[in-house]
């Protein structure tokens, strides 16, 4: 191991999630601008471009067919269904993230958090739980940690401190496929 390896921490995956309506994204855009070293992936979808929406910074926009390639190809660390549509997280850009040493923070749904847990036990997810839910135990108990969403700027502040802390800080796991 050289000294370069030495003093770059482990860059670590993080997956946030949170139910339907929980100010997700406004916590990530938080998170981002107070850390601006914590990388976002920009997901793949199948669905039309919306106005203002860029290429390649807001989303991966797909033909089905380039999708479906996409998936049998195993491009995806996860994907899902919403609606008509596809969408879902492409391997690479991750991989190559990780590689440099930069801490990737993963905002899904709680289906796609668990899949990716599923094949990559030792990612932490967290849990962005606003104030006025109570999550089902069985979730709380799945995510290795919750975090209130009572103010965006407290909940922001408390994901920045998890990334940052040792609550993060085991070696880097390894993705499959």
Same mark, same amino acid.
């Given at each position: 191991?050289?000294?370069?390896?030495?003093?770059?921490?482990?860059?670590?995956?993080?997956?946030?999630?949170?139910?339907?309506?929980?100010?997700?994204?406004?916590?990530?855009?938080?998170?981002?601008?107070?850390? @601006?070293?914590? #990388?976002?992936?920009? !997901?793949?979808?199948?669905?039309?471009?919306?106005?203002?929406?860029?290429?390649?910074?807001?989303?991966?926009?797909?033909?089905?067919?380039?999708?479906?390639?996409?998936?049998?190809?195993?491009?995806?660390?996860?994907?899902?269904?919403?609606?008509?549509?596809?969408?879902?997280?492409?391997?690479?850009? /991750?991989?190559?993230?990780?590689?440099?040493?930069?801490?990737?923070?993963?905002?899904?749904? /709680?289906?796609?958090?668990?899949?990716?847990?599923?094949? #990559?036990?030792?990612? @932490?997810?967290?849990?962005?739980?606003?104030?006025?839910?109570? @999550?089902?135990?069985?979730?709380?108990?799945?995510?290795?940690?919750?975090?209130?969403?009572?103010?965006?700027?407290?909940?922001?502040?408390?994901?920045?401190?998890?990334?940052?802390?040792?609550?993060?800080?085991?070696?880097? !796991?390894?993705?499959?496929?």
């Amino acid at each position: 191991m050289s000294t370069d390896d030495e003093a770059r921490p482990a860059a670590r995956l993080t997956v946030l999630t949170a139910p339907s309506g929980a100010g997700l994204g406004g916590v990530v855009e938080l998170v981002r601008a107070r850390s @601006p070293s914590v #990388w976002v992936p920009v !997901p793949a979808t199948t669905r039309p471009r919306r106005p203002g929406e860029r290429h390649g910074v807001d989303r991966l926009f797909c033909a089905p067919a380039e999708f479906d390639r996409m998936i049998a190809a195993e491009e995806l660390l996860e994907w899902s269904r919403i609606g008509a549509y596809r969408r879902g997280t492409p391997r690479a850009p /991750l991989r190559a993230r990780l590689a440099q040493g930069r801490p990737v923070l993963l905002p899904l749904d /709680l289906p796609g958090a668990l899949a990716v847990r599923a094949g #990559w036990p030792d990612v @932490p997810l967290v849990l962005l739980v606003p104030s006025r839910h109570r @999550p089902d135990p069985a979730v709380v108990a799945a995510v290795g940690h919750t975090v209130a969403h009572d103010l965006t700027e407290r909940a922001a502040d408390e994901l920045v401190g998890l990334l940052g802390s040792s609550y993060l800080a085991p070696a880097q !796991p390894r993705l499959r496929g």
